[in-house]
């Protein structure tokens, strides 16, 4: 007798439905081949800009939100951004992957959307302040508490 398995992943389609949907997150979506882009606007709170994102997402594999506009480097006024995996264009770091943070099972319009208006709200205080308050790892980091290795990459 097999073992009934967890949720199934959602395909780019079904992702897209959801994404059409939304009434928090409009946007504009395209589907082809199985690959799925959303692009629209965030906006972390009502006295924020709004800042035009692209997610571009494959069943199965990792989704990735790029920023548009405006341009983040010229408003961090030459300073390195904080908590993105590529400065330019910037690709937002917004969970570890395989850590399950984000699973292909979970909708993107209830989780990395509203997960990228909580990121623009800690950039725009880190503008500020330069001091990052949002929290997260990247790959390679140690554990919290834990000194690094020496010679390790960071």
Do not use: N
């Not at 199965?60 to 995996?85: F, I, K, N, Q």
């Amino acid at each position: 007798m097999a073992m009934p398995r967890g949720p199934r992943a959602l395909t780019a389609a079904q992702q897209e439905v959801h994404l059409r949907m939304s009434r928090v997150f409009p946007g504009e979506t395209r589907l082809r081949r199985g690959r799925l882009t959303w692009r629209g606007g965030v906006r972390p709170t009502p006295m924020s800009r709004a800042y035009q994102i692209r997610l571009d997402y494959r069943a199965g594999e990792t989704a990735e939100v790029t920023v548009e506009s405006p341009d983040l480097r010229s408003l961090a006024d030459g300073r390195r951004l904080p908590h993105v995996y590529r400065q330019e264009p910037p690709r937002l770091c917004l969970y570890l992957p395989g850590t399950g943070e984000w699973r292909p099972q979970l909708r993107l319009d209830e989780t990395l959307l509203p997960w990228s208006a909580l990121w623009f709200f800690y950039f725009e205080e880190w503008l500020e302040s330069d001091d990052w308050k949002g929290g997260g790892m990247h790959p390679g980091d140690p554990p919290s508490g834990a000194e690094p290795i020496e010679g390790a990459r960071t």
